[in-house]
Protein backbone atom coordinates (compact mmCIF):
# COMPACT_ATOMS: atom_id res chain seq x y z
CA UNK A 1 0.00 0.00 0.00
CA UNK A 2 1.43 3.36 -0.58
CA UNK A 3 2.05 5.57 2.26
CA UNK A 4 1.91 9.12 2.46
CA UNK A 5 3.95 11.28 5.29
CA UNK A 6 1.73 14.40 5.18
CA UNK A 7 1.39 17.28 7.68
CA UNK A 8 -2.48 18.87 7.11
CA UNK A 9 -2.85 22.37 5.72
CA UNK A 10 1.06 22.39 4.29
CA UNK A 11 3.13 22.07 1.28
CA UNK A 12 1.78 18.54 1.28
CA UNK A 13 -0.94 19.14 1.15
CA UNK A 14 -0.85 19.58 -2.93
CA UNK A 15 -0.07 15.73 -3.05
CA UNK A 16 -2.89 15.20 -0.97
CA UNK A 17 -5.13 16.88 -3.64
CA UNK A 18 -2.61 14.42 -6.27
CA UNK A 19 -3.31 11.32 -4.61
CA UNK A 20 -7.34 12.07 -4.18
CA UNK A 21 -6.82 12.58 -8.40
CA UNK A 22 -5.27 9.40 -8.63
CA UNK A 23 -7.73 7.19 -7.10
CA UNK A 24 -5.75 4.53 -5.67
CA UNK A 25 -5.55 3.86 -2.16
CA UNK A 26 -2.84 4.76 -0.18
CA UNK A 27 -2.93 5.43 3.58
CA UNK A 28 -1.51 8.83 5.50
CA UNK A 29 0.99 9.00 8.23
CA UNK A 30 0.37 12.09 9.94
CA UNK A 31 3.82 13.67 10.70
CA UNK A 32 3.25 17.41 12.75
CA UNK A 33 6.54 19.37 11.30
CA UNK A 34 5.10 22.26 13.31
CA UNK A 35 5.31 20.86 16.55
CA UNK A 36 8.04 22.68 18.68
CA UNK A 37 11.47 20.83 17.71
CA UNK A 38 9.64 20.04 14.37
CA UNK A 39 9.14 16.32 13.42
CA UNK A 40 10.37 13.25 15.56
CA UNK A 41 14.22 12.85 14.75
CA UNK A 42 13.50 9.24 13.35
CA UNK A 43 11.61 10.56 10.08
CA UNK A 44 14.92 11.74 9.10
CA UNK A 45 15.00 8.38 7.90
CA UNK A 46 12.29 8.93 5.76
CA UNK A 47 13.32 12.58 4.34
CA UNK A 48 16.79 14.17 5.71
CA UNK A 49 15.35 17.50 5.95
CA UNK A 50 12.19 16.46 8.59
CA UNK A 51 9.96 17.78 5.75
CA UNK A 52 6.61 16.89 4.63
CA UNK A 53 5.47 15.30 1.67
CA UNK A 54 7.30 11.93 1.26
CA UNK A 55 5.90 9.06 0.21
CA UNK A 56 6.96 5.32 0.56
CA UNK A 57 5.96 2.73 -2.65
CA UNK A 58 6.96 -0.42 -3.20
CA UNK A 59 9.86 -0.23 -0.45
CA UNK A 60 11.21 2.89 -1.96
CA UNK A 61 10.81 6.21 -0.46
CA UNK A 62 10.40 9.15 -2.59
CA UNK A 63 10.05 12.84 -1.43
CA UNK A 64 10.23 16.39 -2.77
CA UNK A 65 7.16 17.50 -4.26
CA UNK A 66 7.91 17.27 -8.15
CA UNK A 67 9.52 14.37 -8.08
CA UNK A 68 6.71 12.81 -5.85
CA UNK A 69 4.13 14.31 -8.50
CA UNK A 70 5.83 13.05 -11.03
CA UNK A 71 6.57 9.73 -10.13
CA UNK A 72 3.06 9.22 -8.56
CA UNK A 73 1.54 10.48 -12.10
CA UNK A 74 3.71 8.14 -14.37
CA UNK A 75 3.08 5.07 -11.59
CA UNK A 76 -1.03 5.14 -12.23
CA UNK A 77 -1.56 6.64 -15.84
CA UNK A 78 -4.89 4.96 -15.35
CA UNK A 79 -5.94 8.94 -14.37
CA UNK A 80 -4.76 10.36 -17.27
CA UNK A 81 -2.83 13.12 -15.11
CA UNK A 82 1.23 13.07 -17.10
CA UNK A 83 1.38 14.02 -20.62
CA UNK A 84 3.59 10.90 -22.19
CA UNK A 85 6.73 11.24 -23.48
CA UNK A 86 6.35 12.25 -26.65
CA UNK A 87 3.65 14.10 -26.42
CA UNK A 88 3.90 17.66 -26.86
CA UNK A 89 2.40 18.54 -23.64
CA UNK A 90 5.22 16.66 -21.54
CA UNK A 91 7.81 19.71 -21.57
CA UNK A 92 5.36 22.32 -20.31
CA UNK A 93 4.21 19.75 -17.86
CA UNK A 94 7.51 18.98 -16.38
CA UNK A 95 8.69 22.65 -16.42
CA UNK A 96 5.66 23.88 -14.53
CA UNK A 97 6.11 20.83 -11.58
CA UNK A 98 9.77 21.80 -11.33
CA UNK A 99 9.00 25.51 -11.43
CA UNK A 100 6.29 25.70 -8.61
CA UNK A 101 9.22 24.18 -6.21
CA UNK A 102 12.52 25.49 -7.58
CA UNK A 103 11.38 29.30 -8.79
CA UNK A 104 7.76 29.75 -7.61
CA UNK A 105 8.35 28.50 -3.76
CA UNK A 106 11.52 30.34 -3.15
CA UNK A 107 10.56 33.41 -4.51
CA UNK A 108 7.71 33.38 -2.64
CA UNK A 109 9.21 33.23 0.50
CA UNK A 110 12.27 35.69 0.00
CA UNK A 111 9.37 38.23 -0.68
CA UNK A 112 7.26 36.91 2.19
CA UNK A 113 10.92 37.47 4.36
CA UNK A 114 11.73 40.40 2.77
CA UNK A 115 14.82 39.31 0.55
CA UNK A 116 16.25 41.90 -1.53
CA UNK A 117 18.69 41.15 -4.38
CA UNK A 118 19.45 41.13 -7.67
CA UNK A 119 17.78 38.38 -9.92
CA UNK A 120 21.12 36.97 -11.19
CA UNK A 121 21.81 36.74 -7.32
CA UNK A 122 19.75 33.30 -7.20
CA UNK A 123 18.79 30.93 -9.24
CA UNK A 124 14.81 31.74 -8.99
CA UNK A 125 15.15 35.17 -10.12
CA UNK A 126 13.06 38.07 -9.14
CA UNK A 127 9.55 37.61 -7.37
CA UNK A 128 7.86 40.39 -10.14
CA UNK A 129 9.05 37.86 -12.98
CA UNK A 130 7.31 34.86 -11.27
CA UNK A 131 4.65 36.58 -10.98
CA UNK A 132 4.55 37.94 -14.42
CA UNK A 133 5.09 34.71 -15.99
CA UNK A 134 2.65 32.79 -14.41
CA UNK A 135 -0.03 35.57 -15.61
CA UNK A 136 1.15 35.17 -19.02
CA UNK A 137 0.66 31.64 -18.81
CA UNK A 138 -2.39 31.18 -17.23
CA UNK A 139 -4.01 34.11 -19.74
CA UNK A 140 -2.69 31.94 -22.64
CA UNK A 141 -4.25 28.14 -21.38
CA UNK A 142 -6.45 27.17 -18.81
CA UNK A 143 -4.17 24.83 -17.39
CA UNK A 144 -1.06 24.66 -16.08
CA UNK A 145 0.61 22.18 -18.98
CA UNK A 146 -1.89 23.22 -21.75
CA UNK A 147 -5.68 22.53 -22.31
CA UNK A 148 -5.92 19.40 -20.10
CA UNK A 149 -5.77 19.28 -16.17
CA UNK A 150 -2.56 17.38 -15.25
CA UNK A 151 -0.39 16.71 -12.39
CA UNK A 152 1.43 19.86 -12.56
CA UNK A 153 -1.71 21.83 -11.77
CA UNK A 154 -2.54 20.13 -8.23
CA UNK A 155 0.89 21.39 -7.83
CA UNK A 156 0.98 25.08 -8.96
CA UNK A 157 -3.22 26.10 -8.01
CA UNK A 158 -1.74 24.63 -4.08
CA UNK A 159 1.24 27.04 -4.36
CA UNK A 160 -0.90 29.98 -5.84
CA UNK A 161 -4.20 29.46 -3.29
CA UNK A 162 -1.90 29.20 -0.53
CA UNK A 163 0.39 32.25 -1.23
CA UNK A 164 -2.40 34.30 -2.59
CA UNK A 165 -5.30 33.39 -0.28
CA UNK A 166 -3.70 32.99 2.63
CA UNK A 167 -0.17 34.29 3.17
CA UNK A 168 -1.29 37.09 0.68
CA UNK A 169 2.20 37.51 -0.58
CA UNK A 170 1.41 36.58 -4.31
CA UNK A 171 -1.22 39.60 -6.04
CA UNK A 172 -4.66 38.09 -6.70
CA UNK A 173 -4.48 38.81 -10.38
CA UNK A 174 -7.72 37.81 -12.71
CA UNK A 175 -5.70 35.11 -14.07
CA UNK A 176 -5.01 33.04 -10.79
CA UNK A 177 -8.57 33.91 -9.59
CA UNK A 178 -9.81 32.23 -12.53
CA UNK A 179 -7.36 29.71 -12.92
CA UNK A 180 -8.12 28.83 -9.17
CA UNK A 181 -12.13 29.41 -9.90
CA UNK A 182 -11.63 26.38 -12.52
CA UNK A 183 -10.00 24.58 -10.14
CA UNK A 184 -11.72 24.31 -6.84
CA UNK A 185 -14.91 22.77 -7.84
CA UNK A 186 -12.97 19.22 -8.45
CA UNK A 187 -14.01 16.03 -6.39
CA UNK A 188 -10.95 15.59 -5.89
CA UNK A 189 -9.61 19.06 -4.24
CA UNK A 190 -12.88 18.95 -2.52
CA UNK A 191 -12.06 15.68 -1.06
CA UNK A 192 -8.36 16.43 -0.16
CA UNK A 193 -9.98 19.68 1.52
CA UNK A 194 -12.20 18.32 3.69
CA UNK A 195 -9.64 15.50 5.09
CA UNK A 196 -7.29 18.12 5.62
CA UNK A 197 -9.62 19.86 7.89
CA UNK A 198 -10.38 16.48 9.69
CA UNK A 199 -6.87 16.07 10.44
CA UNK A 200 -6.05 19.76 11.37
CA UNK A 201 -6.88 19.05 14.88
CA UNK A 202 -4.26 16.21 15.25
CA UNK A 203 -1.34 18.61 14.45
CA UNK A 204 0.10 22.33 15.65
CA UNK A 205 -2.24 24.94 14.27
CA UNK A 206 -0.07 26.98 11.46
CA UNK A 207 0.78 30.08 13.25
CA UNK A 208 -1.54 32.50 10.44
CA UNK A 209 -4.45 31.83 9.73
CA UNK A 210 -5.42 31.39 13.10
CA UNK A 211 -6.12 27.35 12.76
N1 LIG B 1 11.53 20.85 -1.02
C1 LIG B 1 10.47 20.21 -0.25
C2 LIG B 1 9.95 21.24 0.71
C3 LIG B 1 8.88 20.72 1.59
C4 LIG B 1 8.60 21.66 2.74
O1 LIG B 1 9.12 22.79 2.80
N2 LIG B 1 7.77 21.19 3.66
C5 LIG B 1 7.41 21.95 4.82
C6 LIG B 1 5.89 21.91 4.95
S1 LIG B 1 5.14 23.43 4.69
C7 LIG B 1 7.94 21.28 6.08
O2 LIG B 1 7.85 20.08 6.21
N3 LIG B 1 8.49 22.06 7.01
C8 LIG B 1 8.90 21.56 8.28
C9 LIG B 1 10.26 21.98 8.67
O3 LIG B 1 10.93 22.67 7.89
O4 LIG B 1 10.69 21.62 9.75
C10 LIG B 1 9.40 19.70 -1.19
O5 LIG B 1 9.07 20.38 -2.16
O6 LIG B 1 8.90 18.58 -0.99
Redesign the pocket.
Known sequence: MLKFHH?PW???SSILWLLEELGEPYEIEIVD?RAPG??PETYREVQS?????AIEHEGTVI????AISIYLADAFPRAGLAPAIGDRDRGPYLTSLVYC?SVFDPAVAARAHGLTYESRDYSFGLFEDVVANLERILSRRPYAAGERFTAADTQLASALAFTMGIMKVVPDKPAFVDYLGRLSGRPAYQRATAKDAEMAGKVTPLPFAGG
Open positions: CSRSVGASKKVPTERAD
